[in-house]
């Protein structure tokens, strides 16, 4: 049974026209992100009027479940109540002061409270808007930590094959996903690409930690090979997510740490996507740890779900070390990026609200008990021919759907036929994963399992019916710029 539509109007040929409208203008003056525009008369974006908690409302009384939590930034829901009640608070108080030569509460609240989250191992938080910024800031910064210390030669980046850090064009050039990166490859600077420890790729009778341990050995022979020129390595941990939520064994992260301690070399964490518990533990990368002792990198780089969904704040911690390393007399040893609206107050203080989620909520063991009712609701399709690799970790489920089945365009037709469904889903290629907002109870996922596996019965029976050939590109399973 579905959940119940709280304050559907119903659709009306008015509420319809004004739907068409929005889409209309936006065509027409609207540059979409990630979108082929080409492509959006075909498939016009879904206007979209209102949200409350894991729904989406458009303007024609159809409702959607967001079931990526709007591109993997919302963790408790719309218009969450004590969230927007923080943010009326603060709206009243201080929304924005430069951070240069000054400092506000929620900024200093927010950093220490992270740094609490790592023992205080890390800390220090530099403040950013979005995911790409928070890249591009720990990448100069290992830079110029090295070069402050008179190891200019570190200038060398290494990233994981189809790894995905953003689209700036420092983030992309340490971003190995194709449809993004090959127009602009004439201006990025190189960075040496290693194997994916995605475990998918395990051979018939291996494990994921055989897989780990290849990719290991990739990794120890460049380092053995080029250290003295490496400043850092950048890693998604857990799960690359845009390479198609491929996940891997935790303990590649492990030997990854070791690697980097023995060679000298900055460990990257980007924190972006799988953070804020999205991979069951508040930062992916403390299930590194095996024994007591947690594992912590050089660098942690957060945003998305930092801030609940609300406002773009991203942030780097370091270690005591690296911000040791630009403490000078000399202006210029300094680390001196900016952007205006560095801390802003209001992004702050939304993100000091979900931390107190996290507090008072025990949102980690919560979101356990929700895992395990969706995987149980998702279990039935274990044994189903037309798809490959059902997998999940903490709160975040993906299955392939084989290559010859696809058929072309799937992401696109998923998308669409989701919508007819009430599901707000967008594949990416051939991978059709679930990223729910942190709210699922057991009927909520016996429902969106159920409407995902509606969803996948109407696309494959059209394909089958038009006999539809897969695409080079799909089959790939490439990021599909419409649907992405
Ligand atoms: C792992 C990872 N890093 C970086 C980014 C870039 O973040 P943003 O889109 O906010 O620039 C993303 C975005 O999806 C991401 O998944």
């Not at 891997?248 to 990854?256: F, M, S, T």
């Not at 994963?433 to 996948?456: F, H, S």
Request: charged residues 20%.
């Amino acid at each position: 049974m579905a959940p119940p539509l709280p304050g559907s109007s119903g659709s009306t040929d008015s509420a319809r026209g004004e739907q068409a409208a929005w889409q209309r203008r936006s065509i027409a003056q609207v540059w979409h992100p990630c979108t082929q525009m080409q492509r959006m008369q075909a498939v016009p974006p879904l206007p979209i009027a209102r949200g409350q908690g894991p729904w989406l409302y458009d303007y024609a009384g159809g409702r959607y479940f967001d079931a990526n939590s709007s591109w993997w930034v919302n963790l408790f829901g719309h218009a969450d109540a004590r969230i927007n009640a923080a943010l009326r608070e603060q709206l009243d108080t201080l929304p924005h002061v430069m951070l240069a030569g000054c400092t506000h509460a929620p900024a200093v609240e927010l950093a220490e409270r992270l740094s609490a989250l790592t023992g205080g191992v890390l800390g220090h938080a530099f403040y950013a808007s979005d995911g790409a910024s928070a890249v591009e800031i720990a990448l100069k910064m290992s830079f110029h930590c090295w070069r402050n210390r008179g190891r200019e030669a570190k200038r060398e980046f290494v990233c994981v094959r189809h790894g995905y850090h953003g689209e700036t064009i420092g983030a992309l050039a340490v971003t190995d996903v194709a449809v993004f990166r090959d127009a602009y490859a004439p201006l990025l600077r190189q960075a040496h690409i290693v194997a994916s420890p995605d475990a998918r790729q395990a051979a018939p009778g291996e494990t994921a930690a055989d897989v780990a341990a290849r990719a290991l050995d990739e990794v120890r022979a460049l380092f053995e090979a080029r250290h003295e020129h490496i400043a850092a390595f950048i890693v998604e941990p857990l799960v690359q997510c845009a390479a198609g939520m491929a996940m891997h064994d935790p303990a590649y992260l492990r030997g990854l740490h070791a690697l980097c301690d023995r060679y000298g070399i900055h460990l990257i964490v980007d924190e972006i996507a799988v953070g804020c518990g999205r991979s069951g533990s508040f930062f992916a990368f403390e299930q590194a740890a095996e024994g007591e002792a947690p594992l912590w990198p050089d660098f942690i780089c957060l945003s998305k779900g930092i801030s609940g969904g609300y406002l773009p704040l991203s942030l780097v911690l370091s270690r005591d070390d690296i911000y040791e390393a630009f403490l000078d007399d000399e202006v210029a040893r300094g680390f001196l990026h900016s952007h205006s609206y560095t801390g802003n107050a209001l992004a702050c203080r939304a993100a000091l609200a979900v931390l107190d989620r996290f507090a008072q909520d025990d949102v980690l063991a919560r979101n356990r008990a929700s895992a395990a009712a969706l995987t149980a609701a998702l279990a039935p399709l274990a044994g189903d021919e037309r798809i490959e690799h059902l997998r999940q970790r903490g709160m975040i489920w993906a299955f392939d759907v084989r290559e010859e089945l696809a058929g072309e365009r799937f992401a696109e037709r998923f998308h669409l036929a989701g919508r007819r469904h009430e599901l707000l889903i967008r594949p990416i290629g051939r991978t059709v994963y679930l990223m729910p907002p942190y709210v699922l109870d057991d009927e909520l996922a016996a429902w969106l399992a159920a409407r995902v596996r509606a969803t996948l019965d109407e696309v494959l029976a059209d394909v089958l019916a038009e006999s539809i050939p897969t695409r080079s590109s799909d089959a790939a399973g490439a990021s599909d710029p419409a649907t992405a």
